[in-house]
């Protein structure tokens, strides 16, 4: 079964600070990864998706893949309160579907 | 750009009631599209999807069924919902055979009472 693990938090950073946030997946064939974004009460947001192995960067994003070890972390870097939301990573193994972790809650403190 | 609807936006069902939730795509052809409900707090959970005009795929065996009439159309619906059928319920479309990035619609909450 292709599992993907992810800590639920709540994670608290200052603003302005870097989150870290980590998922770990069960499967060596995992193709595809992408992070989204989910604020409370509303639907998931693409971030940033990777493919390849390293650091990939998108403005205040970055998302690092490391397949030999079964991880994808996105930092968050100059933490802003608008990025207080819960955090969504997901893989894709291969076939038409996308299987997602239970998200983690971040929250900013001003 | 492609856009993708949901409706209704919220809706209140007494337990028993039937269900029928829409979502439509614009904007591209072919799309796969997904089916998930989000319970509050927690993940979310693959109902259904379809790589194609009547080609349904279940993920979890529940009371619930999807249709996909026409090509950018994809229905959820019950016959008689239960309590444990509360929750948002998302669609959502990817192209590129599914592998690809997944866009969500905006959800429909769904209470039931």
């Known amino acids: 079964q292709k599992e993907v693990e992810q800590n639920s938090g709540p994670l608290s950073v200052p603003e302005g600070a870097i989150a870290s946030l980590n998922c770990t997946y069960s499967d060596r064939g995992s193709q595809s990864f992408f992070w989204y974004r989910q604020y409370s009460g509303k639907s998931p947001e693409l971030i940033m998706f990777i493919y390849s192995n390293g650091d990939k960067e998108d403005g205040r994003f970055t998302a690092q893949l490391n397949k030999a070890s079964q991880y994808v972390s996105l930092l968050i870097r100059d933490s802003q309160p608008s990025d207080s939301a819960t955090y969504l990573c997901a893989f894709n193994f291969g076939n038409e579907k996308l299987t997602f972790g239970t998200g983690t809650r971040l929250t900013i403190i001003p | 750009s492609q856009t993708i609807h949901q409706w209704p936006a919220t809706l209140v069902q007494p337990v028993g009631s039937p269900l029928s939730l829409e979502c439509t795509v614009e904007g591209t052809s072919n799309p796969n599209l997904y089916w998930y409900r989000q319970a509050a707090g927690r993940g979310l959970q693959l109902l259904f999807y379809?790589?194609?005009?009547?080609?349904i795929s279940s993920e979890v065996p529940q009371n619930l069924s999807a249709s996909r009439p026409q090509d950018r159309q994809f229905i959820l619906s019950s016959k008689k919902l239960l309590l444990s059928d509360s929750g948002f319920y998302l669609c959502a479309w990817s192209s590129l055979g599914g592998r690809e990035t997944q866009y969500f619609g905006p959800g429909t909450r769904l209470l039931v009472l």
């Open positions: 379809s790589v194609g005009i009547g080609q």
